[in-house]
Antibody, heavy 119, light 111 residues
């Protein structure tokens, strides 16, 4: 059974860099076709896709945040790491990681982690 | 401003049928990518309700159905139940942006 869980700081200061880790089980990022994404949701607002990494290390980023985002994977540890630089209060959100399904949907999600940007 | 457009809210009485629309463009829904629907109870992670335009994952009641036509898609919920009260999001892929895109979400209220 597939599970994912996000971890990282709950509070980040403005201008700092956010680093979040997604630890998963039930699948391998070494397997052909597999992808893991990061998606965020500001309080009371809509979902926003941020980044996705494929089994072959192909990486895709949201055009609006590309300059600030980096996604990496550690296949041996079953982890995907997202960094977002130059954090601002508007980046306050619940950050989710999710498994990409074969129809380009996100079929399994982590519980999410709330990150607040505040001085 | 979300790439896919949904009505902010819909409502219906128990037992009724409601539909939620999702309007895109020729760069996303109209370009061929599938549309997927998620149900999110506040404070929890989204859950896939419909994938590949009209497929239901195991465990999702057949009261939920999806359709796609041209540059839009719809989620229909029949036999409305109190437990259906939640936020619903559509999602697709935008070929011009090379990005996965979501709708702005629709809050369903069961009267």
């Amino acid at each position: 059974q597939i599970t994912l869980k996000e971890s990282g700081p709950t509070v980040v200061r403005p201008t700092q860099t956010l680093t979040l880790t997604c630890t998963f089980s039930g699948f391998s990022l070494g397997t052909n076709g597999v992808g893991v994404a990061w998606i965020r949701q500001p309080p009371g607002k809509a979902l926003e896709w941020l980044a996705l990494i494929y089994w072959d290390d192909d990486k895709r980023y949201s055009p609006s945040l590309r300059s600030r985002l980096t996604i990496t994977k550690d296949t041996s540890k079953n982890q995907v790491v997202l960094t977002l630089t130059n954090m601002d209060p508007v980046d306050t959100a619940t950050y989710f990681c999710a498994h990409r399904g074969r129809f380009q949907e996100f079929d399994y999600w982590g519980q999410g982690t709330l990150v607040t940007v505040s001085s | 401003q979300s790439v896919l457009t949904q009505p902010p809210s819909v409502s219906g009485a128990p037992g009724q049928r409601v539909t939620i629309s999702c309007t895109g463009t020729s760069s996303n829904i109209g370009a061929g990518p599938d549309v997927h629907w998620y149900q999110q109870v506040p404070g929890t992670a989204p859950k896939v309700l419909i994938y590949g335009n009209n497929y239901r994952p195991s465990g999702v009641p057949d009261r939920f159905s999806g359709s796609k036509s041209a540059t839009s898609a719809s989620l229909a919920i029949s036999g409305l139940q109190a437990e259906d009260e939640a936020d619903y999001y559509c999602q697709s892929y935008d070929t011009s942006l090379s990005a996965w895109v979501f709708g702005g979400g629709t809050k369903l209220t069961v009267l």
